[in-house]
Structures are given as structure tokens and as C-alpha cells.
């Protein structure tokens, strides 16, 4: 308490010592001040690229998520067009198939039309 005392008389008494004191904490404030400026630009530095990284990487996640659903969905399409083809193929095969049977009838149902035999002797 006694040293309280005596610096603060030695304070009061010297008016330079004062002026130099505020002048030195005001000195190292500042110089906190500016300590603390620059941690944050350099947080702020960081966080942009941070941020920049974490879009980069979801644009890249997106892009190979449509690559991938876009090669299913092909696959998909392509299976269904050769199912497509394949009973296409099947429903032709019938129906030639099927139209073969009248295939003497009706050239001989032509023949007749063109002969104007209709209704006479027919071959």
C-alpha cells in the first residue's frame, strides 16, 4: 500500500512521468490494436479460401454425382431400347410368320384383279 502511495505521489508530482506512461500504454495499445487487425485479416484470408475450397469441392461432388446419374439413367435407356428392339424383332418375326399363310391368296386375289377375272374363271 505504502509503494501505491509513492507512486502515486511520484505520479502526481512529475507530470513527464505521467505524459510518458500515457504515452507507452498508448504506444502498446496500439500496437495490440494492430497485432489483433492482423489476425484477423489473416483469419478472414483464411476463411475465403476455406470457403473457396468447401465450393470447389461441392461443385466437384455435384458434377461427379450428374456424371453418375446421367451413365445409370443411359444404361437404364439403353436396356429398355434393346427390350424394345428385342420384342419388335419377335412381334415382326409373328407377323410375317402369320402373313405368310395368306400370301397365295392374295396373289392370287391380285392376279385376278389385274386380269379382270373377277367374277369368271378365277386361277
Known amino acids: 500500500m505504502k509503494k501505491e502511495l509513492q507512486e502515486k505521489r511520484t505520479l502526481e508530482s512529475d507530470p513527464r512521468e ?31 479460401a476455406n470457403t473457396t475450397k468447401l465450393k470447389n469441392s461441392i461443385i466437384e461432388k455435384a458434377r ?20 424394345s428392339v428385342e420384342s419388335a424383332a419377335v412381334e415382326a418375326r409373328e407377323f410375317l410368320a402369320k402373313g405368310q399363310i395368306f400370301v397365295p391368296e392374295a396373289s392370287s386375289q391380285v392376279i385376278n384383279l389385274l386380269l379382270g377375272l373377277e367374277g369368271r374363271e378365277q386361277i
Open 64 to 83: 461427379k454425382e450428374r456424371d453418375q446419374l446421367f451413365a445409370e439413367g443411359r444404361e437404364k435407356a439403353l436396356e429398355r431400347a434393346e427390350k
Open 18 to 48: 505521467l505524459l510518458e506512461r500515457v504515452l507507452s500504454t498508448e504506444i502498446e495499445i496500439a500496437g495490440l490494436i494492430s497485432d489483433t487487425r492482423e489476425q484477423a485479416d489473416k483469419r478472414l484470408i483464411e476463411a475465403q
